[in-house]
């Protein structure tokens, strides 16, 4: 077989700076060692997200310039609108400036104190809307999703014997929707299939409870489908995809990731009644329902970028660079999820550093060190991100130790791919020198993003 090609040419560039292991051992220490407190500019491949971060097409930035800025009925709502219509088959379109807003919405619109969302694994901000809310945010993954070095095509479906169980336990009443997320980021953006869905909202439907689909990368998800599911080998990405939604209530999306776009997200329902009372909370919090938290020019782009996102050779490209890096990397014993998901590689910190204990955070350690071996920023997800503390106020670890490369879309060549794979390689060889690290300060929530980290000698 031919090397797969990205297939666009490049005709505007943005510079990266290169630096010396001095200067990043400078930034990290000034960064207290948490790589969300360095400068981007410092950081000369970005694989903290792939939220936000990919480039636009020659076809976005000129429906860019077609951005009608009316404050009701614009040209570029009717555009959006009836793209995510073509799309998600659903009734009731409602714009949000990002997908945690759509989340937000949801919650606060459906969820009553002491219910209960099950999800397949909630995101971190999915499950803080719904404990916002006052729910108890449950994941249902299925086993083989839970174990890193497990080969199986869907490792992101939800369990069904624990959602029947889940009903049982606390009734069905106090579900007032079971959530399902395409694909599965937590746990390493791996897909859901078909079947699964389909399994899911029959279950559901026997208890009138809604099914809710996060559907952040449901284009890479429908690729999955595609590749992976008996019956779909000719089906175009838009059919695939508008069967995932047909057995949805309703829908939360991030048009930061399989929107193709910078900014932007929406909600979608088929309920008139849900649909009225999401936009008198709409109005509330981001706008008139016809722009919501976006520029007449942000709706253009996602109607452009989220048609992009189900082209077919797009998606071939996309998954060949995430398995480009795998293939680098496997035949050296790095570990790491397997199979690879659709948006990033994540690495098994704990495999890959077994002499740094759980709580000295195996993650932030190798997050540090692919920093200072080469200037790539990619993030923990552990015991840091996932932080959690028994009833005697004790820290627990996380049950998994990862670390996530996320891949922001059509932005990086494969040179950056091998250059990314060189370093990794070398912080694998020298793994021992991988130091653990202690907090030394941590706020109250989302300790992540802010804490500050020492290595522990
Ligand atoms: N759901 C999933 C599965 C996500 O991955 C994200 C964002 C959201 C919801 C929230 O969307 O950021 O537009 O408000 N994930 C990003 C990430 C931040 O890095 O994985 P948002």
């Not at 795998?326 to 994540?346: E, Y």
Request: charge should be neutral; proline fraction near 5%.
């Amino acid at each position: 077989m031919r090397t797969i090609i990205e297939p666009f040419r490049i005709k505007m560039t943005e510079p990266i700076k290169v630096t010396t292991r001095q200067y990043r051992q400078r930034a990290l220490t000034g960064a207290h060692y948490n790589v969300f407190l360095l400068d981007a500019e410092d950081c000369c491949i970005d694989l903290l997200t792939d939220s936000g971060t990919g480039a636009m097409s020659s076809n976005q930035w000129a429906a860019l310039m077609l951005g009608d800025e009316s404050y009701a009925g614009s040209k570029s709502w009717k555009k959006f609108e009836s793209t995510v219509k073509k799309i998600t088959g659903m009734r009731h379109v409602l714009p949000t400036h990002q997908g945690r807003a759509a989340e937000g919405i949801l919650a606060q619109v459906l969820v009553k104190k002491g219910q209960v969302i099950p999800n397949n694994s909630h995101f971190d901000t999915t499950r803080a809307n719904m404990e916002f809310a006052g729910a108890l945010a449950v994941d249902l993954l299925c086993a083989e999703g839970m174990q890193p070095a497990r080969i199986a095509p869907f490792k992101g479906n939800m369990d069904t014997d624990r959602l029947k169980g889940c009903i049982r336990q606390y009734g069905p009443e106090n579900i007032p929707f079971c959530m399902i997320t395409v694909t599965n980021n937590t746990g390493g953006g791996q897909p859901v299939s078909m079947a699964n869905i389909r399994e899911v909202k029959t279950i559901l439907s026997e208890h009138n409870i809604p099914l809710v689909i996060d559907a952040c990368r449901f284009a890479e998800n429908a690729y999955f489908i595609r590749e992976r599911e008996d019956g779909y080998a000719d089906t175009t990405l838009l059919k695939i995809a508008g069967e995932m939604f047909s057995y949805a209530d309703a829908a939360t999306m991030s048009c930061k990731k399989d929107g193709l776009a910078n900014i932007g997200g929406f909600l979608v329902c088929n309920d008139d009644r849900w649909a009225e009372q999401f936009k008198n909370m709409l109005i509330l919090r981001e706008g008139f329902p016809t722009y919501g938290g976006l520029a007449g020019r942000d709706l253009e782009v996602i109607a452009v970028g989220l048609m992009e996102a189900l082209d077919y050779d797009y998606q071939v490209y996309r998954h060949a660079t995430v398995q480009y890096l795998r293939k680098k990397l496997s035949p050296l014993g790095v570990p790491m999820v397997r199979p690879v998901g659709g948006h990033a590689v994540f690495l098994d910190a704990r495999a890959f550093a077994p002499h740094v204990p759980p709580l000295q955070y195996p993650g932030i350690g190798l997050v540090n060190a692919i920093y200072l071996e080469g200037g790539i920023r990619c993030v923990e997800l552990g015991s840091v991100m996932f932080g959690k503390f028994d009833e005697q106020g004790k820290e627990v670890a996380a049950p998994l130790e990862l670390v996530r490369l996320a891949f922001p879309r059509r932005v990086y060549t494969q040179s950056h791919f091998d250059y990314l794979a060189e370093v990794i390689e070398n912080v694998w060889n020298h793994r021992d020198a991988i130091n653990g690290f202690r907090l030394v300060y941590q706020p109250k929530f989302l300790r992540h993003f802010t804490g500050r980290f020492e290595p522990v000698e």
